[in-house]
Every structure is written in structure tokens, then in C-alpha cells.
């Protein structure tokens, strides 16, 4: 198993463009997210879904959005970057319930946007 | 909103030495979970805590679950180089996880 993938591990953007963040798990898990992780701030989750044509906000949504047509994929878009959208993002996916929800994260991608 | 704070935010030890970090929750939750992520890395799962004072130990690690399922502490005994990393708590309540904010772990050899 690849377990979670995320692509691509590097990007640079200027303000105002737009782009998608890929991420793919083999796992067959119903639940997947997307977090951001800066500075001093941990991880904050900014949209979540719990299965395929399910998806719901996070603390942090502005500024992005999802889809989720099939249960392996679950991209995430920013449609008009901002340098406040700097940051490293990583999507993670878990079973819900069953005794653990034990999330499994992709590598990350580490976003600039200048 | 639903906030889990964890101090400290930074903990530098000597190899040997213990370390705590404490995770507090604003409100309750329905269960805690550990990661650690090393420089560089992604958070990686450690451990989960379901029920109500609830201790568990993986080796030189142990974790707790408050007794109302407010707030949680790892204890690491006799630290080595390999602890190097942050460690995050991240609450479940509803379907949003809520993570900490981490404790940096350096161990000076």
C-alpha cells in the first residue's frame, strides 16, 4: 500500500492564481482532511469529508474548496491564492469509528505564495 | 470555539532526563490522540485514549486521559536522541479532530 500521497511537494505561487493540491489514499477509508500547519499553530483542519459526495468545513475554510467524487481522492483548491495561504499542507485520512481513528497523513506540500 | 491548548511550546532536556507535555481542552471530548512528527516530517500516530482516566504505556512512553476527558499528558522517561521531534495532541469531538499546538522536543546528547 502507498498509503496517503500527496502531490506536489513543492509549490510557488503568486497572488491571485489558482491551483490543487492532490491527495490520494489506497486505504479505503471513509474519512479524509486537509490541514494546515504554520508556525506556533499546530495543525488546523480546514475541510473534512466522511465519505465519497460528503464533505463539510474545518476551522480554517476561506479561501479553499473540496470535492469528493471518489473515495481515494480528495483534492483540495485554492481559486485566488494569498500570501496568507503560505503554509504546509498536509491531508490525513482515518476509518471512523470501529475503536480508532487513527489519522494517516500524506508527506505534505509546502506552498509560497509570493 | 473548540480550542486544546498544550505547554509547553518548547522543551530542551538532557539525554536521560524525563519530559511532560499537557494537553487541555476547552471542552470535552470523545477521545485523545498522540502524534509525533520529526523535523521536516509528517505527524505520525501514536497512541489513542478513549475512556475516562484512561492510562496507557508504549515502552519509556506514558499517556493519560483526564478524568473528565478535558485534558491529557505524555510523559516520556529517560530520554534518548530519537525522542527529537514535536508531539501533538489532537482531540476528537464530533467529525473534526482538533489538534494542539505542540510540544518541540530536543534532547541534548
Known amino acids: 500500500n502507498a498509503g496517503v500521497t500527496q502531490t506536489p511537494k513543492f509549490q510557488v505561487l503568486k497572488t491571485g492564481q489558482s491551483m490543487t493540491l492532490q491527495c490520494a489514499q489506497d486505504m479505503n477509508h471513509e474519512y479524509m482532511s486537509w490541514y494546515r500547519q504554520d508556525p506556533g499553530m499546530g495543525l488546523r483542519l480546514i475541510h473534512y469529508s466522511v465519505g465519497a459526495g460528503i464533505t463539510d468545513q474545518g476551522e480554517v475554510p476561506n479561501g479553499y474548496n473540496v470535492s469528493r467524487s471518489t473515495t481515494e481522492d480528495f483534492p483540495l483548491r485554492l481559486l485566488s491564492a494569498a500570501p496568507s495561504q503560505t503554509s504546509v499542507y498536509f491531508c490525513a485520512s482515518s476509518y471512523l469509528g470501529g475503536g480508532t481513528d487513527t489519522q494517516y497523513f500524506g508527506p505534505g506540500t509546502r506552498l509560497t505564495v509570493l | 470555539g473548540q480550542q486544546v491548548m498544550q505547554i509547553p511550546q518548547y522543551q530542551h532536556v538532557q539525554e536521560g532526563e524525563d519530559f511532560t507535555t499537557y494537553c487541555n481542552s476547552s471542552t470535552t471530548l470523545s477521545n485523545i490522540q498522540w502524534y509525533k512528527q520529526r523535523p521536516?516530517?509528517?505527524?505520525?500516530?501514536?497512541?489513542?485514549?478513549?475512556?475516562?482516566?484512561?492510562?496507557?504505556?508504549?515502552?519509556?512512553?506514558?499517556?493519560?486521559f483526564g478524568e473528565a476527558k478535558k485534558n491529557s499528558s505524555l510523559h516520556i522517561t529517560a530520554t534518548q536522541t530519537t525522542d527529537v521531534g514535536t508531539y501533538f495532541c489532537a482531540g476528537r469531538s464530533g467529525n473534526q479532530f482538533y489538534f494542539g499546538t505542540g510540544t518541540s522536543l530536543t534532547v541534548i546528547p
Open chain 2, 40 to 64: 521536516g516530517g509528517h505527524p505520525v500516530f501514536l497512541i489513542q485514549l478513549v475512556k475516562s482516566g484512561e492510562v496507557k504505556k508504549q515502552k519509556r512512553l506514558t499517556f493519560q
